[in-house]
């Protein structure tokens, strides 16, 4: 495996391709170990990688846009075929963001199902003898506790407290606060086991795995294909099934409407059109229930990181206005974010991807023994703590459930 640091991106991708015929419906149990799986699995598309050919890491302020160029020159010059690289990119400019090119991905979508195999600098491995190597089984970890991350769920309402006086004085109109909490298990725990679970509790979401960053997220930042750019803003959130209610709430529609608006604004300067539809549309999942818009633009020119770098941070996951949002929540929240809730998915080398927020979700440690996870949710005026404090355990869940853990 290579690594690359920031702006050094002369290596050459060379890649074998080969149709999988009869590949097996579930393409997770394909990955032979846990501590490599690299995935991004939705309905219409699904990537399964393991191993890594070239991982190339960014930090600071500038790091999506560097991905990008770095990305363009590496995808210019692979030889052999499309190159595919997963991704995610820290939430702000403290953490490091990776872009990763597996050693073998399985990557099926509309066309059927194709293995990728990837190397730098040397002849790219078998992908037929890739796919049949034996595997590890999954396993469930055994002996799980947890325990509060930053703040304990007490000191996190009065977080909250003081940000309702702030918001109520003027500071800013919303900020996404977040909390965690961190599960040890006396046993590794196997993100592939964990990401079969989240794909069969949570189907309409997308599941992912980078780097040790593994969750289900249901908001798509952006994703491209050819011209056309599709984004889902979710932000209001209710208990499941109370989605008359959301649309009724004033709190909800204009903390929606912020994040509508953030994702327009961000868009509109790339666009050759935008459709931004004027009703929010009701997102129910077995955990919680969102308010959801669906933004569709023509976009010429730009990878999908060029579009997720307009983007992130939206007021869904930061606030509004973002910066003086932005500051407010690194001193009130002090919770090191890392990738929780920064831009997760893929991009090919033609620059078409995918990427959603990275939520509903938990950072695993180099040993897997532990797991951070993660949730925020966006504070208003107006906000009741208590309420606010059951939403994010609502978030939690997924990774809590995943793992046969209670709240
Ligand atoms: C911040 C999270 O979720 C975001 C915040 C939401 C809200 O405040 O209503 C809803 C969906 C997401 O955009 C999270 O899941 O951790």
Redesign the pocket.
């Known amino acids: 495996m290579i690594t690359l640091r920031q702006k050094e991106s002369a290596v050459q991708l060379q890649i074998r391709a080969e149709e999988f015929h009869d590949a097996p419906e579930n393409l997770l149990n394909l990955a032979p170990r846990p501590g490599n799986l690299l995935c991004w699995v939705g309905d219409k598309r699904q990537i399964v990688g393991w191993g890594e050919a070239l991982r190339l890491e960014f930090s600071g302020r500038h790091a999506i846009r560097e991905a990008s160029s770095a990305w363009k020159e590496i995808a210019d010059s692979a030889v052999g075929g499309v190159p595919i690289a997963l991704a995610s990119f820290a939430f702000g400019s403290h953490s490091t963001s990776y872009l990763v090119v597996p050693r073998v991905a399985i990557v099926r979508d509309n066309q059927g199902t194709r293995i990728l195999t990837c190397a730098v600098d040397e002849e790219p491995p078998s992908p037929q003898h890739e796919v049949n190597v034996s595997r590890e089984p999954v396993t469930a970890p055994a002996g799980l506790w947890t325990a509060p991350g930053r703040m304990t769920q007490s000191q996190w309402e009065d977080a909250v407290r003081r940000l309702i006086a702030l918001l109520k004085s003027g500071a800013a109109a919303k900020v ?1 606060l977040t909390r965690d909490m961190v599960i040890s298990s006396a046993t590794p725990i196997d993100e592939r086991f964990l990401a079969q679970r989240l794909h069969d509790l949570y189907p309409t979401t997308w599941v992912y795995s980078v780097a040790g960053l593994v969750g289900a997220t249901p ?1 798509m930042l952006a994703a491209k294909r050819g011209d056309t750019v599709t984004s889902r803003v ?4 209710s208990e499941p099934g109370n989605g008359a209610e959301l649309l009724g709430s004033l709190k909800d529609r204009s ?1 929606h409407h912020f994040a509508v608006e953030s994702v327009a604004r961000a868009l509109s300067p790339l666009s050759d059109s935008l459709e931004v539809p004027q009703e929010p549309t009701i997102l129910d999942l077995p955990n919680v229930t ?1 308010l959801a818009t669906d933004v569709t633009a023509s976009i010429p020119n730009a990878s999908v990181l060029d579009v997720i770098h307009a983007l992130h941070p939206t007021a ?2 930061c606030g509004t206005p973002t910066t003086l949002a932005y500051n407010i929540l690194e001193t009130i929240e002090g919770t090191q974010r890392g990738r929780y ?1 920064g831009p997760v998915g893929w991009v090919d080398g033609t620059g078409d991807g995918e990427f959603g ?1 990275a ?2 979700c938990g950072q695993l440690t180099d040993d897997r023994k532990s797991i951070r996870v ?5 504070i208003m005026p107006d906000s009741v703590p208590a309420v606010e404090l059951a939403e994010t355990r609502a ?1 939690m869940r997924p990774v809590l459930e995943a793992l046969q853990l209670e709240d």
């Open positions: 996404v908001e979710l932000a209001g959130t903390e969102h869904a996951v809730s927020i939520l509903r993660f949730a925020g949710g966006g978030k």
